[in-house]
């Protein structure tokens, strides 16, 4: 069984990296929307570059599985296990882009914006940190328990980026000079309501592994 | 040992022929169930080498059985066209049915069986003889005698079996000059010529290259639109390739049996599961 215990190695090297992927993730969404609110251009520009070092995680990531699909032909669980690491390295990275993105919108505001930055904007972030806390615990332990809970939490962010929405737009009609700036936090709002929507896909990835059929939580 | 050992019968002197028309209405009303295996118990003398086999294959499908060695897979295969009386002290209980008809049944005539199933073995086996006669052999025991006949049936099953375009000019060069790949599909050519219904592959490819193998699964997935092909592999991934159903066996028992897209990616038996995924085996 010595070939299954290399294979087994390898595929929790690969949890691991998805582990960290997770957790640069996290930070990165968390210090894009402190420069937000501390119009701290010079950290932005940081949250910017650091997203390099996610996409060559992502990377790193995609060959190994691949590496290993190619050498251990992998069927049923193992397949899975292979299948699903693919799909949340890639939904990690797409959530690091949107905090990418988060650190954009606060370089265009600049550091003199002078306007208030909406306080959803950051209640949206705590429960989406929470929802990767969530997901990759999901994932680490195989519990699909936590994908429904992902599923609460994300129609919660939604909800609050409707509302955001909502004030945003009758700024914008009673303040048309802050067009550019109501505009910057409702695109940071999305963001935010994106990476919900990535994490409750790694519930769904989950889901699958352990079950073996797909769910759709992002209804 | 089972309750059923009270009631085994030795395959040689043949079962009491109760079973002998079994289910008439199931080749009504299922017609593309080809084999039935109904209550299967075989004997290797005191050992009991296939428990309680259930199991229904189809017409112009390809049937896998995996499982680790000595799991029972070869005997079943062995089972379907009577081959595995050869070996002294078998007997059976249960039936299989073969279009309706129980084999197992002392009615049933081995020879005509053989005519319908075809077999191939693990290591190429052509007579010591040319290409055209390994071929011809059958259908002149079967008393064809024209030449234009048995030329067209040469060459059919030589096309049939996806060589002829490698042989066509040399069919009297003797067989045993071609590789180990294309003295199986010789093997295989010379199945066809008998015109079976079925054919039984017992691991046709674990002697060959991966190039030899890969053009033989092309075959296999080609010979099913006209046959109904029952093979015994113990590469996974072969049957993976090229099988419709798997049957997952383990100690004589059928532990699984279900489509193959499905047996390879979401089992139902976690024995099957830490099988296909090298837990044990």
């Given amino acids: 069984m010595v070939g299954r215990e290399s294979f087994e190695s390898e595929i929790h090297h690969l949890e691991q990296l998805i582990i960290k992927l997770a957790r640069r993730t996290k930070e990165q969404l968390q210090l894009a929307v402190q420069t937000l609110y501390d119009c701290d251009v010079e950290k932005a520009r940081e949250v910017i570059q650091n997203d390099k070092e996610l996409d060559k995680l992502d990377m790193q990531i995609n060959e190994e599985a691949v590496v290993l699909i190619a050498r251990q032909q992998p069927v049923a669980t193992d397949l899975r296990r292979l299948i699903?690491?693919?799909?949340?390295?890639?939904?990690?990275?797409?959530?690091?882009?949107?905090?990418?993105?988060?650190?954009?919108?606060?370089?265009?505001?600049?550091?003199?914006?002078?306007?208030?930055?909406?306080?959803?904007?950051?209640?949206?972030?705590?429960?989406?940190?929470?929802?990767?806390?969530?997901?990759?615990?999901?994932?680490?332990?195989?519990?699909?328990?936590?994908?429904?809970?992902?599923?609460?939490?994300?129609?919660?962010?939604?909800?609050?980026?409707?509302?955001?929405?909502?004030?945003?737009?009758?700024?914008?009609?009673?303040?048309?000079?802050?067009?550019?700036?109501?505009?910057?936090?409702?695109?940071?709002?999305?963001?935010?309501?994106?990476?919900?929507?990535?994490?409750?896909?790694?519930?769904?990835?989950?889901?699958?592994?352990?079950?073996?059929?797909?769910?759709?939580?992002?209804? | 040992m089972s309750n059923t050992t009270k009631n085994k019968v030795n395959i040689n002197v043949k079962t009491n022929g109760v079973n002998e028309k079994i289910s008439e209405n199931n080749a009504e009303t299922k017609q593309n169930i080809i084999y039935n295996t109904q209550d299967l118990n075989l004997w290797y003398s005191e050992t009991h080498a296939l428990k309680d086999i259930n199991l229904e294959i189809l017409e112009n499908e390809v049937t896998a059985i995996i499982g680790p060695s000595g799991c029972g897979k070869s005997t079943y295969l062995k089972t379907l066209n009577r081959m595995v009386e050869l070996v002294p002290g078998v007997s059976t209980t249960g039936s299989i049915a073969y279009k309706g008809d129980n084999i197992l049944a002392k009615s049933t005539q081995v020879e005509d069986l053989r005519t319908k199933v075809g077999m191939v073995f693990q290591k190429p086996n052509p007579f010591p003889k040319s290409i055209y006669e390994n071929v011809a052999y059958g259908p002149k025991v079967h008393g064809i005698k024209k030449k234009a006949v048995l030329d067209e049936i040469v060459e059919k099953s030589l096309r049939g079996a996806a060589i002829w375009d490698e042989v066509k000019d040399r069919l009297n060069q003797n067989a045993y000059g071609l590789s180990g790949g294309q003295q199986q599909r010789i093997c295989i050519a010379r199945c066809l010529a008998i015109e079976p219904d079925v054919i039984l592959m017992d691991e046709p490819t674990s002697a060959l290259d991966p190039i030899s193998t890969l053009k033989v699964e092309d075959l296999i997935k080609e010979l099913k639109k006209n046959y109904t092909i029952i093979i015994v592999t113990h590469n996974m991934q072969q049957a993976a390739r090229i099988s419709d159903k798997t049957v997952f066996m383990l100690n004589g028992e059928v532990i699984e049996f279900t489509e193959t897209d499905k047996l390879f990616s979401n089992p139902k038996d976690k024995r099957t599961e830490d099988y296909i995924t090298g837990r044990f085996g």
């Fill in chain 1, 84 to 219: 699903v690491a693919l799909r949340i390295s890639s939904d990690l990275e797409r959530m690091a882009d949107n905090a990418k993105n988060i650190a954009k919108s606060a370089t265009h505001l600049g550091e003199n914006h002078g306007i208030t930055v909406h306080p959803s904007i950051r209640e949206m972030e705590a429960i989406a940190s929470e929802m990767i806390d969530l997901a990759i615990s999901s994932y680490e332990n195989e519990d699909i328990s936590l994908a429904r809970k992902l599923s609460e939490l994300d129609d919660m962010v939604d909800n609050m980026y409707s509302s955001m929405l909502r004030e945003l737009l009758e700024v914008s009609a009673t303040e048309p000079q802050s067009i550019q700036h109501v505009m910057q936090m409702a695109f940071s709002g999305r963001y935010v309501e994106r990476i919900g929507d990535h994490a409750t896909n790694i519930g769904e990835d989950v889901t699958y592994l352990v079950k073996g059929k797909s769910l759709d939580l992002n209804l």
